[in-house]
């Protein structure tokens, strides 16, 4: 089977592309005929036309670019890993297409109901995603639960190297780190979190504690997205000087996921309490042994395994009505202490718990792989016959 | 004899479940490949090369096309790609009436056969195609599962006078009608089981679906094969008030479960053992005495369902492609 593929190219420092990184070698592996169609990330020109043994295509321009490269190349089916948004009028495309798609918003939008409306099946990585979308009226049928996964790199080091970290990443001298990582847009609701890691300092007056924010300080597309001058909200949280950033370059250009899994082992507990399609630092740091306080809402709850989740304060809406959770504070910093006092036992065996249900092999065996087998199976002339 | 078929398999479409059912009858007498069109957005060049290369690379002796104007649009290029085929053709019109395009078969010299379901389309047809041939529409094989047994999975009263009307929720499928129909009657059990062609409703559905939950009729939204079946079985009585027909999957389904179908008074329908009203209020009537009409249609009922069985109707369709192919 011959598959385009839609996603941001792999060296970008985004969740699609990381995602990207993780499937794309196994489906070239797997024997499946690949053409890359990157929607960003080959500006600058001077990359491969081969990734991991699939072609890579210009950069795409318009929904239409789908259309003419799936023809072009003779593909089977259109793989897009992205949000569907960017992909309006792919429904009058006659292409056959699959969404690989996070939900993070409630209740659907019409416009994500619209654009998917002709894709044979959504891949959504939530259950939550998926109860949202079957509320919002996409029919069960066309929607499956396919998660996203955790590289072999995530896991736990010796507490000899844990030290390295923290001295590499500058957290010597601090009792506690807390880590954010998220992109500086307004549906990350930075400054409420980073509230709560205030609180929580005012809490513990006797604890030095440290926080990592593993973003940009100013937002990287402010008219678009949204975001904050991070150093103006921390020094009126009091907290610039307890603060570290990742190098400016190294943040632009991406962390290696090594690099990452070094991260999460330097701090003490990440904070990601916003409504997410999926979370993938959720899962990084649990498999390395760190814990994470999430938010009620979304797909976070689902994958946090030490249930440490933060009230919902109230909502945000966005310019067409669905809204997503600004979490409370109060209960950020009471989940944080929660964080703190889980028995390093505990840490582990989630640590092992993630490793093994979302490494990215089972993942793409039980859950990609199969319904690549099942659009073969509709697809092929012949073995269309079992299941028409 | 290698017959590539090509149809909107898997949708939620009428012809994608004929298709698919021709399709896994025919495998008994023909090598088919079932070849899936994408029935959403026009006929792009570059598609239309793409669904070509498809069809070659099974090297097949006859292509069949199951078409219907609004899956196979512009017409032209539908037309063009007719021409693009170069080996012996068989069309199935699902619907027919565009004369512009149904007058386009008898130019093109790949196309041996137009065939349609019945002989009020064929009558349409003759006045512009002279390649028209008629293959009843099959009665489908249905699993086995009784009244009760419906009932109980459905949750439906065993007592109950099941009423119901199957088929998307459309404004030429009546579904509005038959509204009317069960606001006149008294102590019957109506459901409508059906959706809407994709994830959207129309101002038309959602209309429906207000009056029904007033009239406190179940709706079931779109159904799996599986329930779509179990309805059927669970119904004393199915109420077809349609506007618009050219076929009727439905039809066959409920008789091939020896159901009483009250139906509006159609050209298509009529060599089919159903009763045929001319309005809503003869609808009600035929409802009413609804035991009396059965018991005079049931031997009819039967013998139509053996000779339209699916068996037989994949036979002639081997028939034709051995004939087209000489």
């Known amino acids: 089977m011959r598959l385009l593929y839609v996603s941001d190219f792999p060296i970008l420092n985004t969740g699609y592309a990381k995602v990207s990184r993780e499937l794309i070698y196994r489906l070239v592996v797997d024997g499946y005929e690949l053409c890359y169609l990157p929607i960003a990330g080959l500006e600058g020109g001077a990359f491969s036309r081969d990734v991991f043994g699939a072609e890579v295509l210009p950069t795409i321009s318009s929904t239409e670019d789908i259309a003419y490269w799936f023809f072009k190349r003779d593909c089977d089916v259109a793989l897009i890993l992205k949000d569907p948004y960017v992909f309006t009028g792919i429904e009058k495309l006659p292409v056959f297409h699959v969404f690989y798609s996070p939900v993070a918003e409630e209740p659907l939008s019409a416009q994500y109901k619209s654009i998917t409306q002709t894709a044979m099946y959504l891949w959504i990585p939530s ?3 998926i109860r949202v979308a079957v509320a919002g009226g996409v029919h069960p049928d066309r929607i499956v639960y396919v998660p996203h996964g955790v590289s072999k790199v995530y896991r736990r080091y010796d507490d000899s190297d844990v030290e390295k970290f923290k001295e590499q990443f500058g957290f010597t001298g601090f009792d506690v780190v807390v880590g954010i990582v998220a992109v500086n847009r307004r549906r990350k609701f930075l400054p409420n979190q980073i509230e709560g890691v205030k609180i929580f300092i005012e809490n513990n007056p006797d604890l030095k504690v440290g926080l990592y924010l593993h973003t940009s300080p100013q937002a990287d597309n402010y008219t678009l997205h949204g975001g904050w001058d991070l150093n103006a909200v921390l020094e009126v949280f009091g907290l610039l000087d307890i603060t570290r950033f990742p ?3 190294l943040y632009k250009v991406g962390f290696s996921e090594k690099k990452m899994a070094e991260l999460y082992n330097a701090i003490d507990v990440l904070v990601n309490a916003t409504t997410e399609g999926y979370g993938l630092p959720i899962i990084e740091s649990q498999a390395c042994g760190t814990p994470v306080v999430t938010v009620e809402h979304g797909n976070g709850p689902e994958i946090n395994f030490y249930k440490l989740s933060a009230r919902v304060a109230s909502f945000s809406y966005t310019f067409v009505g669905t809204r ?16 703190l006092r889980v028995p390093e036992g505990v840490r582990l065996n989630i640590a092992e718990r993630v490793r093994r249900e979302f490494d990215w092999d089972v993942v793409y065996k039980h859950y990609v792989k199969r319904e690549l087998d099942r659009l073969e199976a509709e697809l092929d002339p012949k ?6 | 004899m290698r017959v590539a078929m090509v149809s909107p398999y898997l949708d939620r479409c009428g012809v994608a479940r004929y298709s698919g059912m021709l399709v896994k009858a025919l495998s008994k007498y023909v090598d088919v490949y079932a070849i899936r069109h994408h029935r959403f957005g026009e006929l792009y060049n570059s598609y239309l090369s793409w669904l070509l290369k498809r069809i070659k690379r099974v090297s097949p002796d006859v292509v069949h096309i199951q078409h219907e104007y609004g899956i196979f649009r512009p017409f032209e290029r539908f037309v063009k790609f007719l021409r693009m085929l170069d080996v012996p053709t068989v069309v199935t019109m699902h619907t027919v009436g565009v004369p512009s395009m149904d007058s386009a078969y008898d130019s093109i010299d790949s196309v041996k056969a137009v065939v349609v379901l019945n002989e009020a389309l064929a009558s349409i047809l003759s006045r512009f195609c002279s390649k028209v041939r008629v293959i009843p529409f099959f009665v489908p094989d249905v699993p086995l599962i009784s009244k009760e047994e419906a009932r109980n999975m459905l ?8 009423v119901s009307t199957l088929g998307f929720i459309d404004y030429r499928k009546g579904t509005d009608i038959f509204l009317d129909v069960v606001s006149k009657l008294e102590g019957v059990y109506p459901i409508i089981v059906g959706g809407w062609h994709t994830d959207f409703s129309t101002d038309y559905v959602k209309n429906v679906l207000k009056r029904a ?4 009729v179940r709706v079931t939204g ?19 008030p349609i506007r618009a027909i050219t076929e009727s999957f439905t039809v066959h389904v409920a008789l091939a479960y020896r159901k009483l179908v009250v139906v509006a008074d159609a050209d298509p329908l009529r060599d089919k053992p159903v009763v045929r009203c001319g309005s809503a209020g003869e609808m009600v009537e035929a409802i009413r005495r609804a035991d009396e009409l059965y018991k005079k249609l049931r031997g009819d009922i039967d013998r139509y369902v053996a000779e339209r069985s699916l ?11 051995s004939e087209v192919v000489r």
Do not use: T
């Open chain 1, 127 to 129: 259950r939550w995603g």
């Open chain 1, 247 to 249: 190098d400016p370059y």
């Open chain 1, 324 to 339: 997503i959770a600004v979490p409370d504070p109060y209960s950020i910093a009471d989940c944080i202490e929660k964080a």
């Open chain 1, 383 to 388: 073995k269309i016959l079992e299941v028409v």
């Open chain 2, 155 to 162: 949750n439906i009263p065993q007592d109950a006078f099941v």
């Open chain 2, 213 to 216: 939950g007033e009239l406190g």
């Open chain 2, 222 to 240: 779109w159904v799996s094969d599986d329930l779509f079946y179990a309805y059927v079985s669970a119904s004393d009585v199915i109420v077809l």
């Open chain 2, 311 to 321: 068996d037989r109707i994949a036979k002639m369709h081997s028939d034709l492609y």
